[in-house]
């Protein structure tokens, strides 16, 4: 069974760090794209970073280049990591953050739906 479990939410004041992890266990990493999408209160769902699996190029939004760092941890045991490095917060950065995956194509999608794997979500709250 496929499961994407996020960690590593909670509650910060602006300007600290987060770090978020997504325990990623029922399949190989090979030929993946995985990563995140947030949600904010009353907002759409925004992609927010992005790992390929195949060569390791990275996605970042706009709204997080040079504070959010994005990486990955294979294991042979078919249990991956992604993190989610996230530096100098704001208050705008408080979402849901869900853990999605893709297998099979070379473009981060820009939808939620054309995603194979979601994970829950955890919740980031950036306090002013």
């Known amino acids: 069974e496929v499961q994407l479990v996020e960690s590593g939410g909670g509650l910060v004041q602006a300007g600290g760090s987060l770090r978020l992890s997504c325990a990623a266990s029922g399949f190989t990493f090979d030929d993946y794209i995985i990563g995140w999408f947030r949600q904010a209160p009353g907002k759409e769902r925004e992609r927010v970073s992005f790992?390929?699996?195949?060569?390791?190029?990275?996605?970042?939004?706009d709204s997080v280049k040079g504070r959010f760092t994005i990486s990955s941890i294979s294991s042979d045991n078919a249990k991956n990591t992604v993190y989610l490095q996230m530096n100098r917060l704001k208050p705008e950065d408080t979402a849901v953050y869900y853990c999605?995956?893709?297998?099979?194509?070379?473009?981060?999608?820009?939808?939620?739906?054309?995603?194979?794997?979601w994970g829950r979500g955890t919740q980031v709250t950036v306090s002013s």
């Open positions: 999605v995956a893709v297998r099979g194509i070379t473009l981060v999608p820009t939808t939620w739906a054309e995603f194979d794997y």
């Open positions: 790992i390929s699996s195949t060569d390791g190029s990275t996605y970042y939004a």
